[in-house]
C-alpha cells in the first residue's frame, strides 16, 4: 500500500512539473504571438505606405510614355 501510494505521489508531482513547464511555455507563445502580431502590423502598415507610393508614382507617369 506504501508503494501505491509512494508511485502516486510521484505522479503527482510530475504532473505539477508539467503544469508548471507548460504554463511558461504558453507564457512564452503568448509574448512570440504578441511580437509576431506587432510585426505583422508593422509590415502591413509599410506595404501600405510602399503601395500608396508606388500609386503617386504610376499617377505622374506621362501617358504617351505608357
Known amino acids: 500500500m506504501e508503494a501505491e501510494i509512494n508511485s502516486l505521489d510521484d505522479k503527482v508531482h510530475q504532473l505539477a512539473l508539467l503544469c508548471q513547464r507548460l504554463r511558461k511555455d504558453n507564457s512564452q507563445l503568448r509574448q512570440q504571438l504578441a511580437t509576431a502580431r506587432d510585426e ?7 506595404i501600405s505606405t510602399a503601395t500608396t507610393r508606388l500609386e503617386a508614382l504610376v ?7 505608357q
Not at 40 to 46: A, C, G, T, V, W
Open 40 to 46: 505583422n502590423q508593422r509590415l502591413s502598415e509599410k
Open 59 to 65: 499617377e505622374r507617369i506621362p501617358e504617351d510614355a
